[in-house]
């Protein structure tokens, strides 16, 4: 999916990870790759348990700290993500790119259902950064953390998607895990989460369907990204073609429990997912895409999601 080469982007909106005294401990929703390869069982794209500790045993203080005149607390600098252009050529204008765009939708969107979008923040990062749900790495991947109410991704967790778990590097691909992670900021400010921590494991559980309705919501976001304009007045991103929509089905699918726990234990076990099977994820997505109405996104409407 590509974005128009002339439309601004707002830089303002991401941040990078930095040090200093936040509060460790909660919940983050929608991380997701583990270092150790049982791990990723219960991370991908899910809600790990936070406690202030790194999944690897390290443990986190601090929070990030945010940008100011396009530079961030660490010192990495955004100033040459201008355009659609550069959001077209490099992986991280890419990401703030999205971020711009959904953003826009939902701030345009939920009025038409009398609730108001509170603007969500990204820190994008490289390595490891603190976040109040815990160390945000690539042992995690990217997550939203309701704790602090931004979703954090290290770029280079696209390169892990397509090497280890064989989705394509088409931008969608890339777009649809930020837009998911929207998805749960979105459901964070609806007072949904929660729903996820009172069933947590099973096909057809809470957190399944919390994971599948931000699969919805991404969709619901790409059906009408193409309309979404920049604060200069023209659309972010271009219309959606074929091949777009099988680069953003092929993370959904490479990201399911049941192709997770093919590859890593050989076997499929629905009692102990968390976030959906490969043909689930993809067919959320396609709900939200085909009917663009967030209404269709309710997973706890219907007797089986999986």
């Known amino acids: 999916m590509s974005f128009n080469d002339d439309v ?4 303002s909106q991401v941040e ?3 040090g200093g005294g936040g509060a460790p401990g909660g919940i983050a929703v929608g991380g997701g790759l583990g270092g150790i390869i049982l791990l990723i069982l219960g991370l991908i794209f899910g809600i790990p ?3 202030g500790s790194d999944p690897t045993g390290g443990t986190t203080t601090g929070s990030s ?5 396009g530079t961030n607390g ?3 600098d955004f100033s040459n993500c201008k355009s659609g252009a550069d959001a ?4 991280q204008c890419r990401v703030i790119g999205t971020v711009n765009s959904v953003n826009a939708f939902w701030a345009a969107e939920l009025p038409r259902y009398q ?3 509170q603007q969500t923040r990204t820190v994008l990062y490289t390595g490891s950064t603190p976040s109040k749900c815990g160390t945000a790495s690539n042992q995690v991947g990217p997550f939203y953390c309701p704790l602090d109410q931004k979703v954090y991704i290290d770029a280079s967790f696209f390169d892990i998607l397509t090497q280890q778990f064989g989705a394509d590097n088409g931008a969608l691909a890339q777009e649809y895990v930020v837009a998911h992670e929207y998805g749960h900021a979105l459901q964070d400010q609806l007072g949904l989460l929660g729903r996820a921590q009172q069933d947590p494991q099973g096909a057809n559980s809470g957190a399944v369907r919390i994971e599948l309705m931000a699969d919805c919501l991404g969709g619901v976001w790409a059906k009408h990204a193409s309309s979404t304009d920049g604060p200069d007045g023209k659309p972010f991103l271009k219309p959606l073609t074929e091949a777009d929509i099988k680069s953003a089905l092929s993370a959904a699918s490479a990201v399911g429990d049941d192709r997770i726990q093919q590859k890593t234990q050989g076997q499929v076990n629905p009692e102990s997912w968390t976030h959906g099977s490969a043909e689930a994820r993809q067919r959320w997505f396609l709900q939200g895409y085909k009917t663009g109405d967030l ?3 309710n997973t706890f409407n219907v007797d089986r999601v999986s």
């Open 8 to 11: 601004g982007l707002d830089t």
């Open 88 to 91: 077209n050529a490099d992986v």
């Open 115 to 117: 609730k108001q979008w």
């Open 295 to 297: 209404n269709k996104c």
């Open 49 to 51: 348990m936070g406690n």
């Open 74 to 76: 660490s010192g990495s």
């Open 16 to 18: 990078s990870g930095g």
């Open 65 to 69: 700290q945010e940008q100011v005149d």
